[in-house]
Nanobody, 118 residues
Framework: QVQLVESGGGLVQPGGSLRLSCAAS????????MGWYRQAPGRQRDVVAT???????NYADSVKARFTISKDNTKNTVYLQMNSLKPEDTAVYYC????????????WGQGTQVTVSS
């Protein structure tokens, strides 16, 4: 059974940085493309960044050059380094399979809240 546990969120001022972590269990992590998603109040959940099994990353236009996705297969953990944060980055952030950007995924972790505000 897959379990995803996100952490690292918090309150940060505009221009600040945060590093999110997602610990995965119940899957052979290294085999699957993974992604970070976010959902702001009143909005749908959108993909932010994805990383393939081989380590190739892709980003939403809104976060390019500011966010970096990475993973550690030995720790079954995927990370999201977020720099130059903006108020519009405020959302609950989730990790999941990368395929969830185009197909329905029933399981989601609890997410981690990121709030960017002065």
């Amino acid at each position: 059974q897959v379990q995803l546990v996100e952490s690292g969120g918090g309150l940060v001022q505009p221009g600040g940085s945060l590093r999110l972590s997602c610990a995965a269990s119940g899957i052979i992590f290294s085999r699957y493309p993974m992604g970070w998603y976010r959902q702001a109040p009143g909005r749908q959940r959108d993909v932010v960044a994805t990383i393939t099994a081989g380590g190739t990353s892709n980003y939403a236009d809104s976060v390019k050059a500011r966010f970096t996705i990475s993973k550690d297969n030995t720790k079954n953990t995927v990370y999201l380094q977020m720099n130059s944060l903006k108020p519009e980055d405020t959302a609950v952030y989730y990790c999941n399979y990368a395929r969830c950007q185009s197909s329905k995924c029933d399981y989601w972790g609890q997410g981690t809240q990121v709030t960017v505000s002065s």
